[in-house]
């Protein structure tokens, strides 16, 4: 099967940075899109940023000019740096990638999730 493990959060004050890292492993062939997605409490959850696997990337408006999202393909790893962080960006931070696997099947998975605390 395959796993995505996140790592990277914590508790951070306003104005300052943290990087999100997730890693794919298992029965993987191919990663197409990658992305991050987060939940605030009380809230839906939301796309963050998202990176094609030609590197086209594309950001929710609220982080535009803050957060970057990149890739290294070779570690089936997908980062989120994270700047100018804001109380607002408070949430659980969610890995998601399209795989395709060595059971010749397309499917979407998540990692567990990380908290990201932004305090004012």
């Known amino acids: 099967q395959v796993q995505l493990v996140e790592s990277g959060g914590g508790l951070v004050q306003a104005g300052g940075s943290l990087r999100l890292s997730c890693a794919a492993s298992?029965?993987?062939?191919?990663?197409?899109?990658m992305g991050w997605y987060r939940q605030a409490p009380g809230k839906q959850r939301e796309l963050v940023a998202a990176?094609?696997?030609?590197?086209?990337?594309n950001y929710a408006d609220s982080v535009k000019g803050r957060f970057t999202v990149s890739r290294d393909n070779a570690k089936n790893t997908v980062y989120l740096q994270m700047n100018s962080l804001k109380p607002e960006d408070t949430g659980v931070y969610y890995c998601?990638?399209?795989?395709?696997?060595?059971?010749?099947?397309?499917?979407?998975?998540w990692g567990q999730g990380t908290q990201v605390t932004v305090s004012s």
């Open positions: 998601d990638a399209v795989i395709w696997t060595v059971f010749l099947r397309t499917s979407h998975y």
């Open positions: 298992g029965s993987i062939i191919s990663i197409n899109n």
């Open positions: 990176i094609t696997s030609d590197d086209i990337t």
